[in-house]
């Protein structure tokens, strides 16, 4: 097998097999970073006068065709090479001889791999955002589309208290605020440049880390050497733990949507397309998508926990069990798109129910409002409670301010910051644009 560290002495099959793993089908995501890291190093090269400005030219412009045939789909690691690095450095030795051998001076497989990670990451981060972005937009048209309806609030499971549909999607819109913040302080620990770390140790090549790191579009190189290579893992659980929060607030998401959608709720409701029915029972409509989405999430969830089993215990400095985080968090990587989109395809769909409250088991749900009002009116609170718990447990309890079957969410008078009455739909999506500026 073709490999950067060939020195003359070949692996056995089995050793091959064993710890190559996967990394032949998952190097391919990082093939067009492969080139983009390696179109940087040549340039510092020839600014260090590690390669002639001929030299330079020739291997750019081979590296632009490489460039070309991966964006074309035509790119492939053939069978006797290791992984995308081989391929690369391979196809510019057959093509220009000496000169593409000249292309690994001053780096280390361990940087590169890094860079690459880096560079994709960063890609992978940007598109989560615009995707969070997509469904954040959608959740806060459908809070003010639906705010004045009504439908119960929960704690314990029990019938607590008056929400409204424009109150549950505005909370979850803005749970993804929180997300985003997460998701930025993941970009912020990706884009710093390894690039020139080599295994660990730097090299006496007079390198110019700044350049590349210019030419990247990092925001500064990871200045200590060892500092960069212990970003190995690192980086990745930041990012594992930056969809782990997407994740969780999907999961929670998709909870409501199952219990909304049960008949003995009747909530929320999608088209016959987008529920399964059973083999037997012909009145079924099963929430499918969102019990898969809620179990692709907690899958998600379990990404941080395993990154961080996988990289304790050992000392600083490479390790090959770190090539075993692509196996981890590229799958996740995939799933958290999945669930953004359909989270949000499935929204475009949903119609809610504005007659909630006029069935009779939500007489209680205004017990509060009742107690409110009365304080408002002159009784001490303490006495307002006392006069409505009696009430309910005579069975005589009716709530002064409107029949609940015809009530909408501004007949309530909430008026603080974040109630029924004031979602705060702006001042929250300014939140939003500030925390996805990056």
Same mark, same amino acid.
């Given at each position: 097998?073709?490999?950067?560290?060939?020195?003359?002495?070949?692996?056995?099959?089995?050793?091959?097999?064993?710890?190559?793993?996967?990394?032949?089908?998952?190097?391919?995501?990082?093939?067009?970073?492969?080139?983009?890291?390696?179109?940087?190093?040549?340039?510092?090269?020839?600014?260090?006068?590690?390669?002639?400005?001929?030299?330079?030219?020739?291997?750019?412009?081979?590296?632009?065709?490489?460039?070309?045939?991966?964006?074309?789909?035509?790119?492939?690691?053939?069978?006797?090479?290791?992984?995308?690095?081989?391929?690369?450095?391979?196809?510019?030795?057959?093509?220009?001889?000496?000169?593409?051998?000249?292309?690994?001076?001053?780096?280390?497989?361990?940087?590169?791999?890094?860079?690459?990670?880096?560079?994709?990451?960063?890609?992978?981060?940007?598109?989560?955002?615009?995707?969070?972005?997509?469904?954040?937009?959608?959740?806060?048209?459908?809070?003010?589309?639906?705010?004045?309806?009504?439908?119960?609030?929960?704690?314990?499971?029990?019938?607590?208290?008056?929400?409204?549909?424009? @109150?549950? /999607?505005?909370?979850?819109?803005?749970?993804? &605020?929180?997300?985003?913040? *997460?998701? !930025?302080?993941?970009? =912020?620990? %990706?884009?710093?440049?390894?690039?020139?770390?080599?295994?660990?140790?730097?090299?006496?090549?007079?390198?110019?880390?700044?350049?590349?790191?210019?030419? @990247?579009? /990092?925001?500064?190189?990871?200045?200590?050497? &060892?500092?960069?290579?212990? *970003?190995? !893992?690192?980086?990745? =659980?930041? %990012?594992?733990?930056?969809?782990?929060?997407?994740?969780?607030?999907?999961?929670?998401?998709?909870?409501?949507?199952?219990?909304?959608?049960?008949?003995?709720?009747? /909530?929320?409701?999608?088209?016959?397309?987008?529920?399964?029915?059973?083999?037997?029972?012909?009145?079924?409509?099963?929430?499918?998508?969102?019990?898969?989405?809620?179990?692709?999430?907690?899958?998600?969830?379990?990404?941080?926990?395993?990154?961080?089993?996988?990289?304790?215990?050992?000392?600083?400095?490479?390790?090959?069990?770190?090539?075993?985080?692509?196996?981890?968090?590229?799958?996740?990587?995939?799933?958290?798109?999945?669930?953004?989109?359909?989270?949000?395809?499935?929204?475009?769909?949903?119609?809610?129910?504005?007659?909630?409250?006029?069935?009779?088991?939500?007489?209680?749900?205004?017990?509060?409002?009742?107690?409110?009002?009365?304080?408002?009116?002159?009784?001490?609170?303490?006495?307002?409670?006392?006069?409505?718990?009696?009430?309910?447990?005579?069975?005589?309890?009716?709530?002064?301010?409107?029949?609940?079957?015809?009530?909408?969410?501004?007949?309530?008078?909430?008026?603080?910051?974040?109630?029924?009455?004031?979602?705060?739909?702006?001042?929250?999506?300014?939140?939003?644009?500030?925390?996805?500026?990056?």
């Amino acid at each position: 097998m073709a490999t950067l560290w060939n020195k003359g002495t070949s692996a056995t099959e089995a050793v091959d097999r064993f710890t190559v793993g996967n990394d032949r089908v998952l190097d391919l995501r990082l093939a067009r970073y492969d080139v983009q890291g390696s179109r940087a190093h040549i340039r510092m090269l020839a600014k260090i006068g590690l390669l002639t400005e001929d030299e330079l030219r020739l291997l750019d412009a081979a590296l632009a065709r490489i460039a070309d045939s991966i964006e074309a789909g035509a790119f492939r690691l053939e069978d006797d090479v290791e992984d995308i690095h081989s391929q690369v450095e391979l196809l510019l030795t057959r093509e220009l001889g000496e000169v593409g051998k000249k292309i690994h001076s001053g780096r280390s497989r361990n940087d590169q791999v890094l860079v690459d990670l880096k560079l994709f990451l960063r890609d992978e981060l940007r598109t989560l955002r615009d995707e969070t972005l997509a469904l954040f937009r959608t959740l806060q048209a459908l809070s003010e589309k639906h705010k004045e309806v009504l439908l119960p609030g929960y704690t314990h499971a029990q019938v607590a208290m008056p929400s409204s549909f424009g @109150l549950w /999607f505005g909370a979850y819109a803005e749970a993804l &605020v929180d997300d985003m913040y *997460q998701l !930025g302080g993941a970009y =912020r620990i %990706v884009n710093r440049n390894p690039l020139g770390s080599a295994a660990g140790y730097g090299n006496s090549f007079p390198l110019d880390r700044q350049m590349t790191t210019d030419l @990247l579009g /990092f925001d500064s190189p990871v200045y200590n050497s &060892v500092a960069a290579q212990m *970003q190995r !893992g690192r980086t990745e =659980r930041a %990012v594992a733990s930056a969809i782990g929060g997407i994740a969780l607030t999907l999961n929670k998401f998709a909870a409501d949507c199952c219990m909304y959608m049960c008949p003995n709720f009747g /909530f929320i409701h999608f088209p016959d397309e987008l529920t399964t029915g059973s083999s037997i029972m012909p009145h079924k409509k099963n929430p499918d998508v969102w019990e898969i989405l809620r179990g692709k999430c907690n899958r998600i969830l379990s990404c941080e926990n395993e990154i961080s089993l996988l990289c304790s215990n050992m000392p600083h400095g490479y390790h090959r069990d770190y090539q075993l985080l692509k196996d981890i968090l590229f799958p996740a990587l995939e799933l958290m798109h999945e669930c953004l989109q359909m989270t949000d395809y499935m929204l475009a769909h949903i119609e809610v129910n504005e007659a909630i409250l006029a069935d009779p088991r939500y007489a209680y749900l205004f017990t509060v409002e009742e107690v409110n009002r009365r304080t408002l009116a002159g009784t001490p609170f303490r006495e307002a409670y006392r006069q409505v718990g009696v009430e309910v447990n005579e069975g005589r309890f009716r709530y002064a301010g409107g029949d609940p079957a015809t009530l909408r969410a501004s007949d309530l008078g909430h008026t603080h910051l974040g109630s029924l009455g004031n979602l705060c739909n702006d001042q929250i999506a300014a939140l939003m644009d500030a925390a996805s500026a990056w």
